[in-house]
């Protein structure tokens, strides 16, 4: 090793230039995402985890999946569903009333709802 190096005609800057339609960044991830990539690299026997990330990025920004709303939604129906089913309770006019296009009302769509079973105690009626 020498006791001097000649920096001189140095430049400041990445080594290897940026791609063009590439943005160098810093970026904080927690050390459990990185390491999972690092890991599924290493499981596919090469590549570069930060192109699998970038991948990752890329297909949930372009996927097609559901609103926030339509989530709540569907995780709603598929509750209620289940719990009606469990009680032995039904809503009758539900699916008719939803393909009318009742779409004005947060709850369901629907201008009225009856909640039936064949125990009188559970019964409910309900006009919005």
């Given at each position: 090793m020498r006791e001097e190096y000649d920096f001189s005609k140095g430049t400041r800057g990445a080594i290897v230039p940026t791609p063009a339609g590439k943005t160098r960044i810093t970026i904080r991830l927690d050390s459990d995402i990185v390491e999972w990539f690092r890991n599924q690299v290493?499981?596919?026997?090469?590549?570069?985890?930060?192109?699998?990330?970038?991948?990752?990025?890329?297909?949930?920004?372009t996927s097609d999946r559901e609103t926030l709303e339509q989530t709540i939604r569907r995780v709603l129906e598929e509750m209620s569903g289940k719990a009606l089913h469990s009680s032995g309770m039904t809503i009758p006019n539900y699916e008719t009333a939803v393909n009318k296009g009742l779409s004005n009302h947060p709850m369901g769509n629907l201008d009225a709802f009856a909640l039936t079973s064949v125990r009188p105690e559970f019964n409910y009626h309900h006009q919005l």
């Open positions: 290493e499981r596919r026997g090469g590549g570069n985890y930060q192109t699998m990330i970038n991948d990752a990025l890329g297909d949930y920004i």
